[in-house]
């Protein structure tokens, strides 16, 4: 082999891995790049090649050649462009360039051979100087490797490929569980926004900082960007005025823009703005919070009766949910918590669907331990959940109304009846009758929240499209000229693709560290409930870890009934696990 390094001794790697055998078995000398004259004297008795290069000229000097290839045994991942975090944050299109560039190149040899050939005489040291049959074994070499470049599209590695070569870094030492692969396979940026931030201008805002307005959130959120207030029978919903800062086509903007939403990891969040914005705008960060606030008047049957928007001042509290739910009796919480509970049931008589299946939070903690905790089911989430969907339908009524080009968030009814149950195995398969939801300049049916129409508003620090819809609302309100609903149109199509890659790097991310939780807790043990059957393999949800997983179990085993369990195997790089049912110890007679 050339080396322990690189390629080659991947290569090797896999095959001894592929073919049960470990180095113990094979001896193994470094002998630098010279395999062909090395296999010619018999100096060994193997060699690590590249399948298209070495054996095409042992070939040509006349030997019989048997090869054994990796990729015949195992698929995985190619040679490919490598650069580093900073490059690709502080020089995107120098990697983008790059990328067109050789994709280019790859299509341009794969089309025209012989002048790529041609070509590479110039610039490949001594090809020139070659004679004909020298060359003609260069040009079997170019073929051969024309072969392995061809995919569809161009430069494709199969996910597959990547989770086998997930599986071998871990198994050769290479990986620790520690590391997460799925926001580098997506391509994700993993470096924060940064930028220099402008001043906030003055401006006249609404004095509402004698109102108590509560920022209800988990423990440890960094980012509040909604508070609560009661005020003679409206309720006053604040957010952070982040396109105060953030105007249309600014460099933040743009940024933002570019990297479509917050990413939320277990390890860690990336910003889609600099933290100096959060710091800035952030409810309750400061003691007077600069908002964009929402006065919303409810009429008794739970329909928007009155919009009021207006850039204010507020003064916030900050409570956890836990915090917040023993101040429910209080008199704030009190009305809002009622005026929440009249606008949920109007949503529940127009269907809203409701599927309370288990949530949990993971999280890394600096050592590394990672912890699972479940999110409890308070009134106080209920609360602050029913005041954002108000809001959201509050502000599309308020740009019908006013004729303001904004992203609207529809859903399709479901492809089928759902079942009229409201048991967990119930609601796992309503779930997956659910048509994923969209964004639209045409407003419509959000068939899931129950509402005619609906726009995403009240998360502008973390989801772009809110910040967008924020820039309309502000740009209205001064009297200054909107963008058109193409425009808009073009903000849609910039994200979403960029945000469906987000939300399943998150989801990976996740399913990545609850089983590295498995694997920190062999011991696991808890509760699983059956929600589909198909013979002896049944589907199950373990509540305790937001899981689903297949179970083999004997016998008749009803929807819904629990099972004890406890992990038998955790195959990381596949995302697997392996569950078996605790019997409990026979007794002896």
């Not at 629990?562 to 569950?579: E, G, K, M, W």
Request: aromatic share 6%; charged share 20%; hydrophobic share 40%.
């Amino acid at each position: 082999i050339p080396g322990l390094y690189g390629a080659s001794y991947i290569g090797y790697k896999a095959l001894l891995t592929a073919g049960g055998l470990s180095e113990e078995d094979v001896t193994l000398d470094a002998i630098g790049f010279t395999q062909v004259e090395s296999r010619a004297n018999d100096i060994a008795d193997a060699v690590v090649v590249y399948i298209s290069n070495e054996p095409i000229k042992l070939a040509a000097e006349g030997y019989r050649v048997t090869t054994l290839a990796s990729s015949n045994y195992i698929s995985l991942v190619a040679n490919g462009l490598v650069t580093s975090e900073v490059m690709l944050t502080e020089h995107p299109e120098l990697v983008h360039s790059m990328v067109r560039a050789t994709l280019k190149g790859i299509q341009y040899t794969i089309d025209h051979p012989e002048e790529a050939f041609t070509i590479s005489e110039t610039y490949v040291e001594n090809l020139a100087a070659l004679t004909t049959e020298e060359k003609d074994v260069q040009r079997q070499v170019l073929d051969a490797s024309i072969a392995l470049w061809k995919a569809d599209p161009l430069g494709y590695s199969e996910f597959t490929a990547w989770e086998n070569m997930h599986d071998l870094l871990l198994q050769i030492g290479y990986w620790e569980t520690s590391v997460n692969p799925y926001p580098a396979r997506a391509g994700v940026n993993m470096a924060s926004a940064q930028g220099a931030v402008p001043p906030l201008a003055e401006e006249q805002r609404l004095d509402l900082t004698h109102l108590l307005a509560l920022a209800i959130d988990d423990e440890g959120n960094k980012d509040p960007d909604d508070a609560l207030s009661w005020e003679n029978g409206r309720i006053w919903v604040h957010i952070a005025d982040v396109a105060a800062l953030v105007p249309p086509d600014t460099p933040l903007d743009l940024e933002a823009r570019a990297r479509g939403a917050n990413l939320y990891l277990p390890e860690e969040t990336i910003s889609m703005l600099p933290a100096e914005v959060t710091q800035r705008l952030g409810l309750g960060l400061a003691e007077k919070s600069p908002a964009l606030s929402f006065g919303i008047d409810l009429a008794p049957d739970g329909q928007i009766e009155n919009v009021e928007i207006a850039p204010s001042w507020v003064n916030v509290t900050r409570l956890t949910y836990e915090q917040a739910e023993e101040r429910l009796a209080e008199p704030v919480p009190a009305k809002l918590l009622e005026i929440a509970g009249i606008y949920e049931r109007r949503r529940r008589e127009t269907g809203a669907i409701e599927l309370n299946l288990p949530e949990v939070r993971v999280k890394v903690q600096q050592d590394g331990e990672v912890t699972i905790n479940p999110f409890l089911r308070l009134q106080s989430r209920d609360l602050v959940r029913e005041a954002m969907l108000m809001t959201g339908e509050a502000v599309a009524i308020f740009a019908q109304t006013h004729d303001i080009a904004i992203p609207y968030t529809t859903q399709d009814p479901p492809s089928a009846p759902l079942p009229e149950g409201n048991s967990l195995a119930d609601m796992f398969a309503s779930r997956k009758l659910l048509k994923p939801g969209r964004q639209s300049v045409t407003p419509g049916v959000h068939s899931g929240l129950g509402m005619d129409q609906y726009a995403q508003v009240t998360s502008p620090l973390r989801r772009y499209l809110d910040l967008v819809i924020h820039q309309q609302l502000r740009t209205y309100l001064q009297d200054m000229s909107l963008l058109t609903q193409q425009e808009i149109v073009e903000r849609i199509g910039a994200t979403s693709s960029i945000q469906r890659d987000l939300r399943r790097t998150e989801r990976l991310s996740r399913r990545h560290w609850t089983l590295v939780y498995l694997i920190q807790h062999p011991e696991w043990q808890g509760e699983g409930i059956i929600v589909e059957i198909h013979g002896r393999r049944y589907v199950a949800i373990l509540p305790d870890l937001d899981l689903d997983t297949d179970l083999y179990l004997a016998g008749e085993n009803a929807l819904n009934s629990s099972v004890p369990v406890t992990i038998q195997d955790v195959s990381l790089a596949y995302l697997n696990t392996r569950f078996a049912k605790i019997t409990p110890p026979q007794n002896p007679e």
